[in-house]
Antibody
Framework: QLQLQESGSGLVKPSQTLSLTCAVS??????????WSWIRQPPGKGLEWIGY???????YYNPSLKSRVTISVDRSKNQFSLKLSSVTAADTAVYYC????????????WGQGTLVTVSS | QSALTQPASVSGSPGQSITISCTGT?????????VSWYQQHPGKAPKLMIY???KRPSGVSNRFSGSKSGNTASLTISGLQAEDEADYYC???????????FGGGTKLTVL
């Protein structure tokens, strides 16, 4: 059973870049069929898909965030990362990483989430 | 504004059944049998409850069921229990450009 754990800075200044990492255990990040995704949830609001990276390295991003998002994979560390540039207060949210099994369109394993606050 | 439309709230008494709707378009829910439903308790990560419209992952109670008709997917919870009180989100694949869309979420209150 996969386990995912987010880590990174919990406080980011406006206009700077948010950086988070998701460590995957219980399986290989190179497993065929799986993609690795990021989802966020502003306080008191709903879920928003940010994007995912396929095991091949192909990336797919939410069109509304595409210009600011980069998702990458570090296979040697069995982890993947999120970078979101030019952040504003609107990017304050709990950020979740999740495994995404594309064939079935499901995010079946989730991290516990990490709160990122954008504030000076 | 979310891509998929859900009612903001629903409620029911213990033992009753409730249904949460998730309305999309012919570009997402209507075109793909890739609708999933997630349960989220306060302060917790979402949990997969239904996938491919009507399939239950191992360990999910058979009180949870899913269906789809046209551009609308539905989640039904029968025999409501206090532990079912949570937020529920639908999610659909939406093609290669938009990819993944969520509903705005529905708060279920067990009276």
């Amino acid at each position: 059973q996969l386990q995912l754990q987010e880590s990174g800075s919990g406080l980011v200044k406006p206009s700077q870049t948010l950086s988070l990492t998701c460590a995957v255990s219980g399986g290989s990040i190179s497993s065929g069929g799986y993609s690795w995704s990021w989802i966020r949830q502003p306080p008191g609001k709903g879920l928003e898909w940010i994007g995912y990276i396929y095991h091949s390295g192909s990336t797919y991003y939410n069109p509304s965030l595409k210009s600011r998002v980069t998702i990458s994979v570090d296979r040697s560390k069995n982890q993947f990362s999120l970078k979101l540039s030019s952040v504003t207060a609107a990017d304050t949210a709990v950020y979740y990483c999740a495994s995404y099994f594309m064939v079935q369109g499901v995010m079946d394993y989730w991290g516990q989430g990490t709160l990122v606050t954008v504030s000076s | 504004q979310s891509a998929l439309t859900q009612p903001a709230s629903v409620s029911g008494s213990p033992g009753q059944s409730i249904t949460i709707s998730c309305t999309g378009t012919s570009s997402d829910v209507g075109s793909y049998n890739l609708v999933s439903w997630y349960q989220q308790h306060p302060g917790k990560a979402p949990k997969l409850m239904i996938y491919e419209g009507s399939k239950r992952p191992s360990g999910v109670s058979n009180r949870f069921s899913g269906s789809k008709s046209g551009n609308t997917a539905s989640l039904t919870i029968s025999g409501l229990q206090a532990e079912d009180e949570a937020d529920y989100y639908c999610c659909s694949y939406a093609g290669s450009s938009t990819n993944v869309v969520f509903g705005g979420g529905t708060k279920l209150t067990v009276l």
